[in-house]
């Protein structure tokens, strides 16, 4: 409720993008959580439940640097509505799948809807105050794992009566509706700055290359573990049911929700690179806890501290839009959200083979990932005074 009344704090325009987010991902989170297990139904193995992963992370790392280069173009509000209509169809095609391999057109479709995060992150950073940006985006993309702690709770209780398949038709219920709540948006159209920009613009600094490379092994670290491979552990080494993993899976998220809204509020005030290494450091803990853990009650605590390993991306976004303030939307987003993209890509294909091997080395290199980025962000990572262009507010 804190978090929701936060949300209220915003904008207009930016309450509406949280709530549509909200119930986006709420339409998710009914089976993301089982996802991994639906894939294993139409008798994947961890390998090709890894490949099915990378082929989607793959195609939104794609449509990255184009999906900036039209939010140079075209109005930010279009493209953010655009984004969320291409998920419609997707649920009816997971439904209708009948083996693993069916499932890759509907993924793929799904990721290539992502090519307006540069949009949404400007049009975040357009609208937010200057003075605590990195709160206005934990704010807003909080409402992603807002949306998922409590949907898997109800797709447990739907599991109770409803197979994996059936929850795909509740999905498409709320992405058509998450859809229509973006429609009075006001116009966003593009600066003079971001209509000249070259196509690619690509970053300079020492600053700039750090984040870069933070957010790359941040992507890589999440989805070495999940959220394919820790539904899997839960089901292989707890004997958990589908309904009981989806409970796990609101955990994890109320985590995320939790440390976005906190680091966003800590890193608007504190050094932001010492704060994101301390908040890794948790999440490094509750990797390797994931694993060391006798009894799926003792998994609760350290699965929602691994909830919070988005958050610090979120801040590294936060910095980047103060940092390159003047530059295009494609030259602020783009090239980072790719680098991103691929880390996911990289990270789901890795887990499945770590996956298939040895159980337990997913949470362990996971860990260990972590902590490498704890460092990264200590010694790499500090507040950049703003750059300021009096011509750019057009």
Known sequence: MSILSFGRSLPRDLRLLFFSLFLWTFGLGIYNYVWSLYLTQLNASPE?????????????????????????????????????????????????????????????????????????????????????????????????????????????????????????WVSLVLWTISTVILVPLKRQPPRDVDSKAPLLELPRSRQELTILVFLFGAALAISVTSPSYLPLFLKDHFGLSDAQIQLFGSVQSLGSAVFAILLGRWAATRNPGSTIAKEILLVAGGALGIFLAGSPFLVVPVVFLLGGARAPSLVAYSLLSDMRQGKSRAGQWGFYLTFEQLGFVVGAFIGGLLYAGQHASVFITASFLFVVLAALALLGIRRVPKVTHATNRT
Request: proline content about 7%; glycine content about 8%; hydrophobic content about 55%.
């Open 48 to 168: 090709q439940v890894g490949l099915v992963s990378s082929i989607g992370f793959l195609a939104a790392a794609l449509s990255m640097i184009p999906g900036a280069i039209l939010a140079n173009k075209y109005d930010n509000r279009t493209l953010l509505i655009i984004g969320w209509a291409m998920s419609i169809p997707v649920p009816v095609l997971y439904y209708f799948s009948n083996t693993w391999s069916d499932v890759i057109p509907g993924i793929i479709i799904f990721q290539l809807s992502a090519f307006n995060t540069p949009a949404m992150n400007a049009f975040i950073g357009q609208l937010g105050d200057p003075r605590k940006m990195s709160s206005a985006f934990g704010s807003v993309w909080a409402a992603a794992p807002l949306g998922l702690v409590l949907s898997p709770a109800i797709g447990s209780l739907l599991l109770l009566r409803l197979s994996i398949r059936d929850l795909f």
